[in-house]
């Protein structure tokens, strides 16, 4: 197990509505990247956070946000959800640089209704 | 723009026989190439990267993957499959000037006793 934690575990929300999942990282890591898996895909690369700033940000429209905190935690926050949102997303803590191994949270399933 | 393929949706193995999950890749300049796996209900776990070096790169759990630049390939292998190896595989690739990796689809593998 990584020391990667999220919450909630599952979330129902019902669309137009907003959502805030959060994240707390490895220990030792200043890096936070979300990822969003639609069932039967891959993980898709939303955006990345280093010392509390984006670093990065995937082919997501800006309803899609973020912070990093002090302590490295983050939150991913969603507004008027869509159907589509529908998915598990993940986060993933690392150290900075490139090619760095990422180490996974265990998801938050979200269901838009 | 980075690409990631995973021919194969599902790979049936029998417990015992070696196995191999292939992966292809599209980017530009130097790849850095990941495995991961991801069981269900859970987030993905971190198997082994390529950097540079050699090309068998050897990581967790007795699997192994063979850089192949001419291909373009990066094919996970272990040469006796376990039941519990059973789970869902990720192929990842950056190029050497990002760190936003682009994964595959996925492949299913089932290990039969």
């Known amino acids: 197990e990584t020391g990667v934690t999220q919450s909630p575990t599952h979330l129902i929300k019902t669309r137009g509505q907003q959502v805030t999942l959060r994240c707390s990282s490895q220990?030792?890591?200043?890096?936070v990247s979300w990822y969003q898996q639609a069932l039967g895909q891959g993980p898709q690369f939303i955006f990345q956070y280093y010392r509390e700033e984006e670093n990065g940000r995937g082919n997501f429209p800006p309803r899609f946000s973020g912070l990093q905190f002090p302590n490295y935690s983050s939150e991913l926050n969603v507004n008027a959800l869509e159907l589509d949102d529908s998915a598990l997303y993940l986060c993933?803590?690392?150290?900075?640089?490139?090619?760095?191994?990422?180490?996974f949270g265990p998801g938050t399933r979200l269901l838009v209704l | 723009a980075q690409s990631v393929a995973q021919p194969e949706d599902q790979v049936n193995v029998a417990e015992g026989n070696p196995l191999t999950v292939k992966c292809t890749y599209s980017v530009s300049g130097n790849p850095y190439l990941f495995w991961y796996v991801q069981y269900p209900n859970r987030g993905l776990q971190f198997l082994l990267k390529y950097i540079t070096g050699d090309n068998l790169v050897k990581g967790s759990y007795g699997f192994e993957a063979e850089f192949n630049k001419s291909q373009t390939s990066f094919h996970l292998k272990k040469p006796s499959a376990l039941v519990s190896d059973s789970a869902l595989y990720f192929c990842?690739?950056?190029?050497?000037?990002?760190?936003?990796?682009?994964f595959g689809r996925g492949t299913s593998l089932i290990v039969h006793p």
């Open positions: 990842a690739a950056c190029s050497g000037g990002s760190y936003i990796p682009t």
């Open positions: 220990s030792g890591h200043n890096t």
């Open positions: 993933a803590s690392s150290s900075p640089g490139l090619a760095e191994t990422q180490y």
